[in-house]
């Protein structure tokens, strides 16, 4: 378990979503600065129907809670990107050991003949064992991915670009919603359910953070706990968008440590939405985000497709 001297007592404050409509330029400035000093930022009354995440997370829990013979017909040959994946597969690049949970992926419905359906498969869903599974977790993805371009209009706002300088890039992204389950752990196992990582995507919208453990690295090495109001969304910075704006915006290495023994013996749920640019979308350095202090660190630009596969082989997942 950390040590006390690695935990920092500093907290992430909360950004009400209210100020969107009523004060865009305040939100802008707020969000982007919390995500400029930590990656991360939380995002409280932004809006979602509690009423309808609390049945997503319903159906999400009564597929984990099916016999794992079952669980595991829905694993698909397309590793990670689609559907169920089992304990023992996903491991943090540079760790040894795997992480401590098993998840569930739903991905974009494209159109017949759209372009990037070669390496966007469609979706499977648990029709027979939770039969509102496709509705409530079908909701819950365009609710996020819709949540999700508002941040950016947000983020481009911050960077002084256009306010949707981001919707064209990402209307077609291959976006993920992981449905998370960390089994409870015993007093004397494993401390780290999820090893120290940084998101490879665009941004990553999270609900179900209340449950504690998740831990955010700050700039001096110490670790900061996130622990959001009930129903609160945190929102981090992903390595897509490190790169694109040159380290102005930190994509920041955080990890899932086990709570509090008292805490040890119920399991953790969440469900991290982890947005995407289009396949096709050449990451290239904002001009905006290079000047003499700071020089451009990857001149050389690549294709959003190209850079996930190039992570997921890092992570086992590919």
Known sequence: ????????????PAVSFDLFDHDFDRFSRELGGSFARFGFAVISDH????????????????????????????????SGQRGFTPFGIETAKGHAHYDLKEFWHVGRDLPQGHRFREHMPDNVWPDAEVPSFHETIGWLYGALDAMGLKVLEAIAVYLGLERHFFDP??????????????????????HIRAGAHEDINVITLLLGAEEAGLEVKDRDGRW?????????????????????????LPSTTHRVVNPAPERRGFARYSTPFFLHFNSDYEIRTLPNCVDAAHPERNPQPITADEYLRERLREIKLA
């Open 224 to 248: 900061i706990g996130i622990n959001p109001s009930p129903g609160a969304l945190v929102c981090n910075i992903g390595d897509m968008l490190q790169r694109l704006t040159n380290h102005r």
């Open 169 to 190: 890039t990402v209307d077609f992204g291959n976006s993920i919603l992981r449905l998370l389950h960390y089994p409870p752990t015993p007093p004397d196992g494993p």
């Open 1 to 12: 378990m950390s040590q006390a001297s690695d935990i920092s007592s500093e907290t992430i």
């Open 47 to 78: 809006g979602i129907d509690q009423a309808r995440i609390d049945a997503a997370l319903a159906d999400a829990k009564a597929f984990f809670a099916l016999p794992e013979e079952t669980k595991r017909r829905y694993k698909l040959p397309v």
